[in-house]
């Protein structure tokens, strides 16, 4: 059974459907629901019953709909997020071909007037790839009817992109189960849409009692408003004894630039790995400074007061804002907790912080990508650096990291250019992988991850920088061409990586709802273990103790579920490293 969930004239439109293959029946009349009564006509739905299924929710996007649910307690099963599938269906290879696809491209101008993939940072999510924007009040949803901050999309609108997109994907062939991996990402991507939502609405456990000891040890008090604080002020007349700089702002790069360059030091930027090329005695505490002036910056007493609370830090993640299908997030920096910091995440009394992740998932994706025997057997039950070093690089496990990372990322030059050869002979399946996905981003061709979704399109304006006619326009063409050969390398590994990464969450979830109903380690249903963090190939649940090795169980076979939907029985492994801790700073 599919349920569509749109605005509607007045109130907030349900309709029940049959579903007959993926094709919607005639529409029957809407039935209208008040946005006060729509929790509950939810929970109703979702209701268990005998021998049935929950409905699967088609709305536009998940973002619109499903906080304002959690807020009033309710939380659904399944959902299809129209809007995340159809940037996936509008520029995946397999669906090329379709209408669906030549439609998308003729109405987004910023795929042929610009370079989608800019040759500075070819990772950067473009922008037509952004969700838009939340709604400027979420809770409004369920105001009275007529709320402005409603989505646009009516009940005719969804119905006619839901058709479209399932048009679309009865149109990809089955050769190499293409329209089934295309299927499998769409449900993937739906399912961590959900959560997302529900991630942001548990929260991650946040101790800010704690944070704030951190802070007063590593700075001293909270200083007043446009104040440093004491251990940063202390440190700033510190270099300015040190360069001999009365009036120096360490904080500016211009002004410590010009200062250092005063007192001999020749460095091209302030980064700590140029900054320690140089023996001067300010080195040491310029680099303190940096780290110091990094935490009040990025994780000090404003951002506590801004992110955290009620002991929970609740960020909002964006689903598919990078490129490859990675995850990015909306303010807080919520995928880059630092380990300074990391000691105030911490389990509520009687839980506990299971935090899991994917060991080495990129090079072992690669792996199954190319289907190299060689380099799988090297990483069968052990550390698959140390195993292809064993093979390849005489048990040097760093040249061998090198030389892999290399492989993926596109390095040419320095000690990765110079063991490529060596990695190529011993593992050439692994390396004619990422060198034809490099050929063909070279080529302005597409690359597509194992399920199916692709990289976006050159501009005209790529193509004709390639017909360029002078030497000068020539060299500065095959740069860029390089430089869109690099993106294309890694994206088919950071990509399927990706991939796997939503199957993993989406089965996760599956299990630790399945857990809570069925009432786990004898508790009779009361245990609530939720997903609370993930970071590409990192999860952290919070469960009760008594949950914990129900929690680990479910993490270790979601894992191996998600390998095996993506590449079915192979002999490649993709094992999970669990800790299970009171604080993250614990977990590494």
């Known amino acids: 059974m599919y349920l569509l969930l749109a605005v509607h004239p007045g109130g907030a439109a349900l309709q029940e459907l049959t579903q007959a293959g993926h094709t919607l029946p005639a529409a029957p009349e809407p039935r209208v629901i008040p946005h006060a009564q729509l929790p509950a006509v939810v929970r109703e739905l979702e209701a268990p019953r005998p021998g049935g299924q929950p409905p699967r929710w088609i709305w536009h996007r998940t973002q619109d709909w499903y906080p304002a649910l959690l807020a009033a307690g309710v939380d659904v099963e399944r959902c299809y997020d129209v809007s995340l ?39 950067l999510p473009p922008r037509t790839l952004q969700p838009p924007p939340p709604p400027p009040d979420q809770g409004a949803l369920f105001d009275d009817v007529g709320a402005a901050s409603a989505p646009r999309w009516g009940l005719g609108e969804l119905r006619a992109g839901y058709a ?119 080195i040491a505490p310029l680099l303190e400074y940096k780290k110091l002036s990094r935490l009040h910056t990025a994780n000090g007493w404003a951002w506590l007061d801004a992110w955290v609370h009620g002991g929970r830090f609740r960020p909002e993640y964006v689903v598919g804002g990078v490129v490859s299908g990675r995850w990015a997030s909306r303010g807080g920096g919520a995928l880059q907790i630092p380990r300074q910091v990391r000691g105030a995440v911490h389990a509520d009394p009687g839980h506990k912080l299971i935090v899991a992740d994917a060991s080495q998932l990129e090079p072992r994706v690669l792996v199954a990508l190319a289907r190299d025997s060689s380099m799988a057997e090297a990483a069968r039950d052990q550390d698959l650096y140390a195993g292809i070093a064993a093979k390849g690089f005489g048990g040097d496990r760093a040249k061998a990291k090198t030389a892999l990372l290399g492989a993926m990322y596109g390095a040419t030059s320095g000690e990765a250019g110079r063991l490529m050869p060596q990695l190529a002979r011993t593992y050439p399946r692994a390396v004619d992988f990422v060198e034809r996905a490099a050929r063909a981003g070279e080529s302005g061709a597409t690359v597509t991850t194992r399920l199916g979704r692709s990289t976006p399109p050159p501009s005209e304006r790529w193509f004709h920088s390639q017909r360029s006619a002078t030497a000068e326009e020539q060299r500065r063409a095959e740069s860029i061409a390089r430089s869109r050969g690099r993106f294309t390398r890694n994206f088919v590994v950071q990509g399927s990586a990706a991939d796997w990464a939503a199957c993993w969450l989406a089965e996760l979830r599956r299990r630790l709802r399945g857990l809570r109903g069925d009432g786990a380690a004898g508790t009779g249903g009361a245990l609530r273990p939720e997903l609370v963090f993930f970071l590409h190939d990192e999860v952290m649940v919070h469960a009760p103790e008594e949950a914990v090795d129900d929690c680990v ?3 270790e076979e979601a894992a191996s579920a998600a390998k095996e939907l993506l590449f079915g029985t192979i002999p490649v492994e993709f094992p999970v490293s669990v800790a299970v801790v009171d604080s993250y700073d614990n977990a590494k």
């Not at 109405?107 to 610009?114: F, G, H, I, M």
């Not at 399932?166 to 739906?190: C, F, I, K, M, P």
Request: charged share 25%; with cysteine; glycine share 6%.
């Open 164 to 282: 479209d997109q399932q048009g679309a994907l009865a149109a990809v062939g089955t050769e190499e189960n293409r329209r089934g991996r295309l299927q499998l990402l769409l449900a993937a991507e739906s399912a961590a849409a959900m959560v997302a939502a529900e991630m942001q609405h548990t929260g991650v456990p946040w101790r800010e009692d704690l944070h704030q000891q951190m802070l007063a040890g590593c700075l001293g008090p909270r200083p007043h408003p446009g104040q440093r604080p004491a251990r940063l002020e202390a440190l700033a007349r510190e270099l300015r004894a040190l360069l001999n700089s009365p009036a120096l702002n360490p904080d500016s790069p211009q002004d410590l630039m010009r200062a250092l360059h005063r007192n001999g030091i020749e460095v091209k930027s302030t980064r700590k790995w140029e900054l320690r090329e140089s023996t001067h005695p300010v």
């Open 553 to 555: 169980r479910a993490i």
């Open 85 to 123: 599938c159809g940037t996936i269906l509008a520029f995946s290879q397999f669906t090329a071909h379709t209408g669906y696809a030549r439609d998308s491209y003729a109405r987004d101008s910023y795929v042929r007037d610009s370079d989608r993939v800019p040759a500075e940072d070819p990772l």
